[in-house]
């Protein structure tokens, strides 16, 4: 509202996960977007490719906007697995408490896989660390659970089509690069998630790596020295 009064000429460059672009005057030659879209259905493939006998994903989300965005592209993906697999959502409260969250994957059978779509959220007015929750997740699951980013590597995540901050930040970077460099055109760019996997949780579930998604990436979390 105020951009031209606080900072006349300046180049805006918008980076992030589920943009609404809607509101963006994107001819405007100062102005540029780079994204990144959560990949439900292509982890939820990778995921019943390496557990074809699943009967159930629970997925758990927070009530922040990124949350309320991937159950609506979860709503879209209900029709492709139909008759399939069940895909129960379970929120957790506004309040942070996540007991409700331990309880559910403390009890799924072998037939059941968790997806934890948590971002962020605030329990009791405090922000609560969703590397932190993953971890606490996992820790209780006797299933396997996967993640939607990939700063959820290393909180016991088996892996996912995931979204990565670096590349939003090289790309944004790049953008800002080109701008100083005198190319002023509009752009919109995205960026694909990418297929990553840790091989410390792929040992714990006994799953080899030569079942993995072509083109997938398996790292170590923990250094090994």
């Known amino acids: 509202e105020h951009r031209e009064e606080l900072f006349p000429g300046a180049f805006l460059i918008f980076a992030g996960t589920d943009i609404d672009t809607n509101h963006l005057n994107l001819r405007d030659e100062r102005i540029a977007v780079t994204l990144q879209d959560t990949e439900i259905g292509g982890t939820l493939q ?6 074809p ?3 159930q994903v629970l997925v758990v989300l927070d009530e922040t906007e990124i949350g309320n965005a991937i159950r609506a592209e979860l709503n879209e993906q209900h029709p492709l697995f139909k008759g399939q697999l ?3 959502v379970l929120q957790v409260p506004k309040d942070g ?3 409700q969250v331990l309880y559910a994957v403390k009890a799924l059978d072998n037939s059941s896989l968790v997806l934890c779509g948590l971002f962020d959220y605030d329990g009791s007015g405090i922000a609560i660390n969703s590397s932190e929750a993953t971890a606490l997740i996992s820790s209780h699951s006797r299933a396997p659970v996967y993640g939607l980013w990939d700063f959820q590597l290393g909180q016991g995540v088996v892996g996912g ?6 590349i939003l930040g090289e790309s944004a970077a790049a953008l800002a690069s080109q701008f100083l460099n005198g190319d002023k055109s509009p752009i919109t760019q995205n960026s694909s998630a990418v297929l990553k996997f840790d091989r410390e949780q792929l040992q714990r579930f006994g799953i080899s790596e030569k079942s993995l998604p072509q083109g997938s990436e398996v790292i170590n979390v923990r250094p090994t020295i």
């Open 46 to 51: 990778a995921m019943l490719q390496l557990h």
């Open 53 to 55: 006998h699943t009967k």
């Open 86 to 88: 069940s895909l129960p």
């Open 97 to 99: 408490n996540m007991s």
């Open 161 to 166: 089509k995931l979204i990565s901050g670096r």
